[in-house]
């Protein structure tokens, strides 16, 4: 990948484009089985323009509460654009037509639902997939009531995987669809909006807005193409190394993993703080995040080998044990 990085064919992106910039965009584009796609430095600045473009200030988008948009994007919908997240309380992460429908709102007095937002998968809900079934209802639902869908798969890669589908049948129930890169893919930066080109076409000048006008970008974009050609297809590894952490750690006095739809495992602790079973298990060695004040996260990916993953989880099973006592 790095020496993908160093022989880049560059341009000058903001100006008459970037040859190995625009390579990826339309490969993404074919990928997805939409119209174009525009490269991002980042999922949260594609996430943020998908909302620009889907929404307008005054209304509100509809989204699962513990989202990626709802806790780790600094409160931009509402800073950026003016509109506010109508929340979905979900048992699991999955956003179902059903629990969605009770939440969009089209009466006066009230804000107006402009858009629903989905996370596939859902990083807090441990990597948690939502099938083809569940996509297809929300696509309905949301053009039942003329609605755009923007689906926010910065793991979109792990939840076709996990479903054994091409990555297009889960990108065609959204208006827009962000992916990215620097997940389980390895890339260092970067990720890609698609959707329809006149969409796509006002999102360039948006996306400036937000400072993300890059010159010779194509020393990310070339990294993102060695990453959809060797990377993509080795994402099962990952799934398989989630699970055989969490085989060795489902009968634990402290520990409770859940069982992992992906490359995600969230465990749960009995009596430690959260913060101090990460601050015991990274002085041990072994780094993790928290996700609660009683839930970890661990996650697998390229550079963690199913060696490092049983030796990860021994090492959780000696330091928390019996509380970490």
Do not use: Y
């Not at 949260?44 to 709802?70: D, K, R």
């Not at 858009?115 to 039942?144: F, P, W, Y």
Request: glycine share 8%; aromatic share 2%.
């Amino acid at each position: 990948m790095r020496a993908a990085i160093a022989e880049a064919e560059v341009g000058d992106d903001v100006l008459d484009g970037d040859p190995t910039t625009r390579r990826l965009e339309a490969d993404v584009a074919r990928l997805l089985g939409h119209e174009a796609a525009l490269f991002f430095p980042t999922g949260t600045q594609a996430n943020q323009v998908a909302l620009s473009l889907l929404s307008e200030p005054g209304t509100e988008i509809v989204v699962e509460e513990c989202a990626h948009l709802t806790d780790c994007e600094e409160a931009a919908a509402a800073a950026l654009w003016g509109v506010q997240l109508r929340t979905v309380k979900t048992p699991d992460g999955v956003m179902t037509a059903d629990l969605v429908r009770e939440r969009i709102r089209q009466g006066r007095f009230c804000p107006r639902t402009s858009a629903i937002a989905v996370e596939n998968t859902h990083n807090a809900a441990g990597g948690k997939v939502a099938d083809l079934e569940t996509m297809a209802a929300l696509r309905q639902l949301a053009d039942s009531h003329e609605l755009p869908l923007h689906i926010d798969g910065a793991r979109l890669w792990n939840a076709a995987h996990a479903l054994g589908c091409p990555p297009e049948r889960l990108a065609q129930f959204g208006t827009t669809v962000m992916v990215s890169f620097s997940k389980g893919l390895g890339c260092p930066a970067g990720a890609c909006l698609v959707g329809p080109e006149s969409l796509l076409e006002r999102a360039v000048a948006i996306r400036r807005q937000l400072g993300g006008g890059m010159r010779q970008s194509g020393i990310l974009a070339a990294a993102c193409l060695f990453a959809l050609e060797h990377n993509l297809a080795r994402l099962g590894e990952d799934h398989a190394r989630a699970q055989i952490a969490a085989r060795m750690l489902e009968h634990h006095a402290e520990v409770t993993p859940v069982p992992p739809d992906t490359n995600i495992v969230m465990l749960d602790l009995r009596t430690l703080a959260a913060d101090e079973a990460a601050r015991r298990l990274a002085a041990a060695g072994v780094l993790v995040s928290v996700f609660g004040p009683r839930r970890l996260r661990l996650v697998t990916h390229l550079c963690v080998s199913e060696q490092d993953v049983r030796e990860a989880a021994q090492t959780i099973d000696h330091v928390l044990g019996e509380g970490g006592s």
